[in-house]
C-alpha cells in the first residue's frame, strides 16, 4: 500500500503473526512526487518565462529606457527582415520631387541641383522635406547650403525596426569621426513602434532612448516607404546631390564612398 513517501509491506509468516515492514522511498533527484504516477516519478516544473519590460508608449518624450528593451512589435511585416545586413541589390524607385526650391538666404553654394530626381547611384536626389524633433520643418536644400559640407549619410529608419535601432550606434560612430571633415550625418523615421506615422514625440523618444548625437528627422509619408529594406543608407554628395552609395545600413562599401566623396569633394 502507497503511504505518502512510504511503502508499507505485509509478510505472513506461515501461520504466525504478520510481520510489518515499513520501507522508506527516498527520490535520487529533489522535486515533487506525483502519486498518479505507477512509480511515484517526479513531474517537470515548467520552466517561468521572465517578464519582458514594454517599450514606452510613443509621445513618451523625455524617457530615457534603455535602448536593449524590446519592443512590443519588433518583427517587421514579412517582407522585410529587419536583421538584414546585405548590401541591397534592387533599384530603389525614382522620386519625382518637386521643383528645386530656390538657394537659402546667406548661401554661396548655389541653386539645388534641377532634376530628373532619383534614389539610384549617379542619380540627383530631390529636395526631401522633414520635420525635426520639435516639428520644424527642415529639408535637403538647408544642410547642402552650409559649404562646410561636403557628404551627406542619410539613413531612412522606422522606429519597430530592430536593425535601426542597431545603427544608431554605427552612426554615432561616423558622426564622431567626420563630422569634423564636413560629413553630416541625420536618420528619418516615418514610422513608429506600432507601424502608426511617425511623430516629432517619435523622434524625441528615439534619440532619447538610444543616445543618438546626430539629427533624428521625422519624414512624413516617404514615397518609397515599404518599397526598399531599411534602414536604408544614402551617401550624397553635398555640391551635386548626386547619390554616390545605396544600401541596407552603414557598411565598409557606405564608408568608401564617403571617404571618396571626401577626396573628390569640389567644396
Known amino acids: 500500500m502507497w503511504l505518502g513517501p512510504c511503502w508499507l509491506v505485509t ?7 504478520p510481520v510489518v515492514v515499513v520501507i522508506e522511498r527516498t527520490p535520487s533527484t529533489s522535486g515533487p512526487l506525483d502519486p498518479y504516477t505507477p512509480d511515484g516519478g517526479r513531474t517537470e ?18 524617457s530615457d529606457a534603455s535602448a536593449d528593451l524590446p519592443s512590443p512589435l519588433d518583427t517587421p511585416p514579412p517582407s522585410r527582415d529587419a536583421g538584414a545586413r546585405a548590401d541591397a541589390g534592387a533599384r530603389p524607385p525614382a522620386d519625382a520631387g518637386s521643383a528645386p526650391p530656390s538657394t537659402p538666404p546667406g548661401s554661396d553654394v548655389g541653386p539645388y541641383p534641377s532634376g530628373p530626381y532619383g534614389l539610384d547611384i549617379g542619380d540627383t536626389v530631390a529636395d526631401h522635406r522633414f520635420e525635426t524633433t520639435d516639428g520644424t520643418p527642415t529639408r535637403l536644400s538647408e544642410v547642402r547650403a552650409d559649404p562646410r559640407v561636403k557628404v551627406i549619410v542619410w539613413t531612412s ?3 519597430w525596426c530592430g536593425a535601426c535601432r542597431d545603427e544608431v550606434r554605427v552612426l554615432n560612430d561616423v558622426h564622431a569621426r567626420l563630422a569634423s571633415r564636413g ?10 513602434e506600432y507601424y502608426a506615422p511617425a511623430s516629432g514625440a517619435t523622434a524625441r523618444n528615439w534619440r532619447s532612448r538610444l543616445g543618438a548625437t546626430f539629427p533624428i528627422w521625422v519624414e512624413p509619408d516617404p514615397p518609397y516607404a515599404g ?18 552609395h545605396v544600401g541596407n545600413g552603414y557598411d565598409g562599401r557606405a564608408e568608401r564612398a564617403v571617404q571618396n566623396g571626401l577626396s573628390g569633394s569640389t567644396r
Request: hydrophobic content about 45%; overall charge negative.
Open 183 to 192: 560629413v553630416f550625418v541625420a536618420q528619418s523615421l516615418f514610422q513608429n
Open 45 to 62: 516544473e515548467p520552466p517561468s518565462r521572465p517578464p519582458v519590460a514594454p517599450i514606452p508608449a510613443d509621445g513618451g518624450g523625455g
Open 157 to 159: 529608419s522606422a522606429a
Open 227 to 244: 518599397s526598399v529594406p531599411i534602414p536604408m543608407t544614402w551617401v550624397i554628395d553635398a555640391a551635386t546631390m548626386r547619390v554616390l
Open 11 to 17: 509478510l505472513a509468516a506461515g501461520c504466525q503473526d
